[in-house]
């Protein structure tokens, strides 16, 4: 769980946040969801999955926040970012949660997502921001 009002100060506990928030509270964010988030609403609480969608279990997370009845959103890399060209012709939105994390807590301190991306978006994930494609 991510408190970006407290974004230093962290709570755990054994409960499921289902059992600690209002469902509509609730957003999960996977990769893999069609809705982008644009901003970040104090009010809501979003849950950072910690598991990995990227090879053997795609698509995990979000099946799982469709069977909570969660709603879902994803960080705005395609919006933002460019694919690059790299001799793997990798490209992958997933993140570690700490990259994502940084992603959150960067926007929530600048309200800028291309400042966000670049801060927790490394170049091994196939993306960079536009003005740095050339760098």
Not at 4 to 23: K, N
Not at 88 to 97: D, F, G, Q, R
């Amino acid at each position: 769980l991510l408190c970006l009002s407290c974004i230093f100060q962290m709570d755990t506990t054994p409960e499921s946040y289902l059992d600690l928030f209002p469902l509509d509270a609730i957003i999960y964010l996977t990769p893999d969801s069609e809705n982008v988030l644009e901003d970040i609403d104090p009010n809501k609480v979003y849950v950072l999955g910690g598991l990995v969608d990227e090879s053997i279990h795609k698509k995990l997370t979000l099946q799982r926040a469709r069977e909570q009845s969660l709603q879902t959103a994803r960080l705005p890399i395609r919006e933002y970012m460019v694919k690059t060209v790299n001799t793997k012709n990798y490209h992958s939105e997933t993140l570690a949660i700490n990259q994502v994390f940084d992603v959150l807590s960067t926007y929530y301190e600048t309200r800028s997502w291309p400042a966000a991306l670049k801060a927790g978006v490394s170049s091994g994930k196939g993306y960079m921001l536009p003005d740095t494609v050339n760098e």
